[in-house]
T-cell receptor, first 111, second 116 residues
């Protein structure tokens, strides 16, 4: 059974600082997803990481995947207030491709 | 516009009164799924469907039913709601084909259910 753990669960950052969110998963997952959720809103897909060593970047966010370590990271560069949201990672379980989500990291970027 | 539509957005009901939350997608997606979101617990899968007439239990199926009679619709049924089913519910869909095997889930806007 796939378990996905994120840390930290809460993150308060100052604008302009860098930080990394970690996503560990317990068994093989052939891809890893990152989603963003704004308060009171739905989830929006950020990245799909398909293979070991995959790196994807969009603006101030960069995601990477290490399948050997069963670890994905979401790195935030020079944070701005607009990045305040909850970020979820999700791994894939089974041949049917069910997504299993972590508990989310609530990011708050303060001036 | 490609979207997943859930209705209603907000629902307040009483214990034991049957209700249905509808979910419809216009993207011809094979895969559909229901999640509930609770503070500190993240998203937990209730039921999913790989295609018409194919449904299976997720992590927390107790107290819920689903059906998939048509490709576009995947309603969530609570036959006898209880207060512990008070939650935020999301429907999601995605393609499941060899060509688009890695397509991400598209989520609806959520249904906030309160059972008193």
């Amino acid at each position: 059974e796939l378990k996905v753990e994120q840390n930290p669960l809460f993150l308060s950052m100052q604008e302009g600082k860098n930080y990394t969110i970690y996503c560990n998963y317990s068994t093989t997952s052939d891809r890893l997803y990152w989603y963003r959720q704004d308060p009171g809103k739905s989830l929006e897909s950020l990245f799909v990481l398909l293979s070991n060593g995959a790196v994807k970047q969009e603006g101030r966010l960069m995601a990477s995947l290490d399948t050997k370590a069963r670890l994905s990271t979401l790195h935030i560069t020079a944070a701005v207030h607009d990045l305040s949201a909850t970020y979820f990672c999700a791994g894939v379980m089974g041949s049917q491709g069910n997504l299993i989500f972590g508990k989310g990291t609530k990011l708050s970027v303060k001036p | 516009e490609a979207q997943v539509t859930q209705n209603p957005r907000y629902l307040i009901t009483v214990t034991g009164k049957k209700l249905t939350v509808t979910c419809s997608q216009n993207m011809n997606h094979e895969y559909m799924s229901w999640y509930r979101q609770d503070p500190g617990l993240g998203l937990r899968q209730i039921y999913y469907s790989m295609n018409v007439e194919v449904t299976d239990k997720g992590d927390v199926p107790e107290g819920y039913k689903v059906s998939r009679k048509e490709k576009r619709n995947f309603p969530l049924i609570l036959e006898s709601p209880s207060p512990n089913q008070t939650s935020l519910y999301f429907c999601a869909s995605s393609l499941v084909t060899s060509r688009d095997r890695y397509s991400p889930l598209h989520f609806g806007n959520g249904t906030r259910l309160t059972v008193t």
